[in-house]
């Protein structure tokens, strides 16, 4: 047993000193720039900027529950799901069939709420389901395969998951109504519409259930230390198949909630939908931490913020580089802190 | 005697756990010598950050006179360092030849325009490096492999390809790990017949890490042992077998503690 | 298991590979120019021709052959899952059309061009845009891969990802990039120059020379990969493509070789680009997205990743399917059965099966490269190491 060392006077190697300093000067100067932006649009517009705060931040609670499917995914195999997102877009697809269609409810009434509670519950076994199965027979045979394997797998997926969407939704955008209580509350010249609390009403048990059962029960803890050592966990009696069905079960939960809650809000479904949000989902896992729950949530708001500032606010790239905006601090932080946020450098020992 | 590898004063820390604690190693000219320890001594770790794989939290690694602590591995590897690993990493998949030309790499000078039009300078140096590449081959006893997929090869044969491919490195210092894991004891005698050989033909110096008690009394000059990251005892086999703190710490029988 | 013996004839001497592709390019050279157009072709099959493989599908598929070889140095021989290669494409793209055409209207510079002196832009010879076409790409190349070096896989994918939608993103905004127009945004940049070939010029209904261009630039490629394979570099590529920590000890510089993957790869994007440019006669911004990257990946997947020829099979196939056969096969099936499918919109769908069934069941390609079928399916032979046997050689 090697000595255990003075933990509090160990800063690091030289090398590792030094990438903690350059992560640190450069954090510090892109947080600058960025509360700098935000004052002078603060300043230049308040309410527009509280205004598209609000919806960025709603925003970022759908990015948030998308990217606790991928976080959890990569968190026990270390597979970016790249047709998480699409799962997502078939399940905003589904909410508005059944919504609208099979359960005939089109207004904010009882029965509307009715619809909408039983589709929470659908959607989400229906997320969880296909997820599960998607694992089962694409990705589990792949498991030991080089790291390549996979992954030009999940591409695969991505794109048949499409394919179901655009046969399902057709090629073009598709309006629905929506059965939460709408409406709209002011604070001062504020809007803040009723919809938005409602997705806050919702997503916050969500999110809290999830971390319940991550943290409390024994098949999180089971699942966390697949996550950790999954040869060891096996050796410990955990039935490792089991426990990583459960994990692509739990994120696909977390995408039906989160296309049920895109639909009503939104309101339009697209075929697109999935690319479009499932890499913005998962710059939001990175930027948090993947692997780590609250990561994904904080970083699903941070980046729902920030894109909505930059696309709403007068002294900003506007909307037509959303997509760039997004994909620049994912790279910044997968060359930089590829840890993210909320995630630990962990010295890798060979 | 002078040395051609020191490492001075290395200490390598993993978050709070100290691997390897304050050690000083330094191989001379022309030498065998070998690091024993009991499993988790940190003996892989220290041999790690003298080939540049981990960079010690403490200490520095002077070669041929230069400080070369802070040098990436290929520049290690390329300035005469070479090792072999524990677990063999042959590149399984391209041919004995083909692995050696590999470790040419860095002694080899075509840039990407003489190797698209195979100048008659690139093509010397290729068919010159491949003569070096059979020589090497052939003194390590795998010649007759030569374009056989290195994955192909027997246990033993693979064992004797990662050391040519080492050796193509034209190196100075010659870091083997367990390099008997896994021979009886007659191929263990032709290893050590072998390494005899190498040291005795070439300007080189070979450091072994070792389990096989048998086979560090028989090559080395000196050996060192490290237990729980530190350095206990330095010396001739003879003096280690009898430092009552080695065999207090790592219960070595004389005939051989094999795995 | 499949005998493997000696190291794979890819290393070995293959100029013979330059005699069979010069007939079959002769071959399908004198068909499309002459034998085609010819008056006493009989019509109907002409029809099925011009129906099941017109010219202007074989010079496009051509096209996506150079990129696929461009996209196998990268992924197929060093192993570098680039998701973001239609970067190049574009790159290559608006160096033709910045170089080649009225677009620059308010200079004057001509050299060598193919159009009169009086003409206004930049209008450089064809020839030489190929060049700059393909060294400016080489240069993006080393650009967008120097930040993903240190990265693991997933995240080198996802790197690649990001810059292949930033950078195809920037010309489609070109027409207002900080005040310059650099691409005239979603209208694009109309007509480039002819080709140049001396005797005449090659405008872009000229196929069947085109096609003779393609299948020069294709085989440039070729030649390219297999010299390169055959030498040091290929060497350090495919042992970073099997075990990049191995290969580091043993003296090959990972980042500068990474970056020559990269570089070589988008050589080739820059090529196929400017060539793409030609046949349609224009760069057009929405035509460059994510699809097409994973299109080039599907298509080295299906080839046999490192393997030339696979590959060029791969791309042809895939190509073809996506751009004429779905199409033409649409409608002959709705012909027959009175049905109103519409097969070009199961694009998708091939393309995502075709990549999760070669990963289920045939990991190494069509064409195998023998050394990758043994990588591919490691796992199993691992199996059988543990076990305890040992392998002699079997001769």
């Known amino acids: 047993m090697a000595k255990v060392a003075d933990a509090k006077t160990f800063k690091g190697t030289p090398g590792q000193i030094r990438q903690q300093r350059i992560e640190r000067a450069g954090a510090l100067s892109l947080s600058i720039i960025a509360a700098v932006w935000m004052i002078a649009n603060l300043v230049k517009a308040p309410e527009q900027f509280a205004q598209v705060a609000i919806s960025g931040l709603r925003n970022g609670l759908i990015y948030a529950l998308i990217a606790l499917g991928y976080t959890l995914v990569y968190g026990i195999i270390e597979l970016i799901n790249f047709a998480h997102g699409d799962l997502f877009m078939l399940s905003a697809v589904f909410s508005s069939f059944f919504i609208t269609y099979w359960m005939g409810a089109d207004k904010s009434n009882g029965y509307g709420w009715f619809a909408f509670g039983l589709c929470l519950v659908v959607v989400m076994i229906f997320g969880a389901v296909i997820n599960v199965l998607i694992e089962r027979y694409a990705y589990r045979r792949l498991r030991h395969a080089p790291r390549l394997a996979p992954l030009i797998t999940a591409v695969g997926m991505s794109f048949l998951l499409n394919f179901i969407g655009l046969k399902w939704n057709g090629s073009t955008p598709r309006q629905w109504p929506t059965v939460i209580p709408s409406g709209d509350i002011y604070i001062g010249e504020i809007r803040i519409s009723m919809i938005t609390i409602w997705l806050f009403l919702i997503g916050l048990p969500l999110l809290l259930g999830l971390n319940y059962l991550v943290t409390r029960t024994k098949q999180g803890k089971a699942m966390r230390a697949t996550a950790q050592d999954r040869d060891a966990s096996t050796l410990m009696g955990i039935n490792v198949n089991k426990t990583i069905a459960f994990t692509f079960a739990l994120g696909g939960a977390m995408a039906g909630a989160a296309g049920l809650l895109y639909q009503q809000s939104i309101g339009t479904t697209n075929y697109n939908l999935g690319f479009q949000l499932g890499l913005i989902a998962f710059t939001s896992a990175v930027l948090g931490g993947i692997g780590n729950l609250w990561g994904a949530v904080l970083g699903g708001l941070l980046i729902g913020l920030i894109q909505g500032l930059n696309d709403g606010l007068p002294i900003a790239f506007g909307q037509q580089w959303s997509q760039s905006v997004v994909f620049t601090i994912l790279i910044i932080i997968l060359v930089f802190k590829p840890a993210g946020l909320l995630g630990k450098t962990v010295t890798e020992k060979v | 005697m002078a040395n051609v590898l020191e490492a001075q004063n290395i200490s390598v820390q993993f978050g709070g756990l100290l691997a390897v604690n304050n050690v000083t190693f330094n191989i001379p000219n022309k030498s065998i010598v070998s690091l024993i320890g009991p499993n988790g001594a940190g003996k892989t770790t220290f041999f790690n950050v003298l080939t540049g794989l981990y960079k010690p939290s403490a200490g520095k690694i002077i070669y041929g006179g230069k400080e070369i602590t802070d040098l990436p591995p290929h520049k290690i590897a390329e300035s005469g360092i070479a090792r072999t690993f524990q677990n063999i990493r042959l590149f399984g998949l391209m041919s004995a030849q083909e692995n050696l030309l590999v470790a040419m790499h860095s002694h080899l000078k075509s840039g990407i325009t003489s190797t698209i039009l195979r100048t008659p300078k690139q093509r010397k140096e290729e068919s010159e490096a491949e003569a070096k590449a059979q020589e090497i081959l052939d003194f390590a006893g795998v010649g007759k492999w030569t374009h056989e997929f290195a994955r192909n090869l027997s246990y033993g044969d693979q064992r004797r390809l990662e050391v040519a491919r080492a050796l193509a490195l034209n190196p100075k210092v010659l870091l083997l790990d367990e390099p008997t894991a896994g021979m009886n004891a007659q191929e263990s005698q032709v290893f050590i017949d072998f390494i005899n050989k190498l040291v005795s033909e070439r300007d080189i110096a070979v450091m072994l890490i070792e389990h096989d008690m048998k086979v560090v009394m028989a090559l080395s000059q000196r050996i060192t042992v490290l237990d729980q990251g530190e350095k206990i005892a330095e010396g001739s086999p003879d003096e280690i077998r009898n430092n009552p703190r080695v065999i207090e710490a790592y219960l070595g029988k004389p005939k051989g503690a094999r795995k | ?395």
Not at chain 3, 67 to 86: C, K
Not at chain 3, 179 to 205: E, M
Not at chain 3, 256 to 265: C, H, M
Not at chain 3, 285 to 301: D, G, P, Q, Y
């Open chain 3, 1 to 395: 298991m499949a005998k493997v013996s000696v190291a794979n004839n890819v290393t070995r001497s293959n100029r013979k590979w330059i005699i069979g592709y010069s007939i079959a390019a002769f071959v399908l050279f004198i068909t499309y120019q002459f034998l085609i157009p010819w008056d006493g072709l009989p019509s109907g099959i002409y029809q099925v021709v011009n129906r099941w493989m017109p010219p202007s599908a074989v010079n496009e598929s051509l096209v996506y052959v150079i990129m696929a070889l461009g996209l196998n140095i990268v992924v197929g021989y060093a192993g570098l899952l680039d998701l973001g290669y239609v970067a190049f494409w574009a790159i290559g793209g608006y160096c033709a059309g910045w170089f080649m055409s009225e677009f620059f209207y308010f200079l004057n510079i001509h050299f060598f061009g193919s159009v009169p002196a009086e003409a206004p832009g930049i209008h450089i010879n064809f020839w030489m845009v190929l060049v700059i076409g393909g060294f400016v790409c080489a240069l993006f190349g080393i650009l967008i891969g120097a930040p993903t070096l240190r990265l693991k896989s997933d995240y080198l994918a996802l790197v690649t990802l990001g810059f292949g939608e930033i950078i195809p993103q920037v010309f489609f905004n070109g027409e207002n990039f900080f005040g310059f127009n650099i691409s005239n945004g979603t209208r694009g940049i109309v007509r480039v120059d002819p080709i140049p070939v001396g005797v005449k010029d090659l405008g872009p209904f000229d196929f069947g020379w085109k096609l003779l261009i393609f299948l020069f630039l294709a085989a440039v490629m070729v030649f390219i990969s297999l010299r390169l394979r055959r030498g040091r570099l290929g060497r350090a590529w495919l042992a970073i493509r099997e075990d990049e920590l191995a290969a580091s000890m043993m003296g090959v510089p990972l980042m500068r070789t990474k970056l020559a993957s990269y570089a070589v790869g988008a050589f080739a994007g820059g090529l196929g680009g400017v060539a793409f440019a030609t046949h349609v006669d224009g760069v057009y911004a929405e035509r460059f997205n994510f699809t097409i990257s994973i299109f080039l990946l599907a298509m080295v997947v299906l080839g046999g990743m490192g393997n030339v020829w696979g590959v060029i099979l791969g791309a042809f196939v895939l190509s073809w399917v996506n751009g004429t056969g779905l199409s033409a096969f649409s409608r002959v099936y709705n012909d027959s059965f009175g049905t109103k499918v519409d097969f070009a919109s199961y694009t998708f769908l091939l393309f995502g099966l075709v990549l999760i069934l070669m990963m289920l069941f045939k990991r190494e390609g069509l064409l195998p490269e023998s050394r990758l079928k043994l990588m591919l399916h490691e796992e199993d032979l691992d199996e059988k190491d543990a076990s305890g046997s040992k392998r002699k050689v079997g001769k």
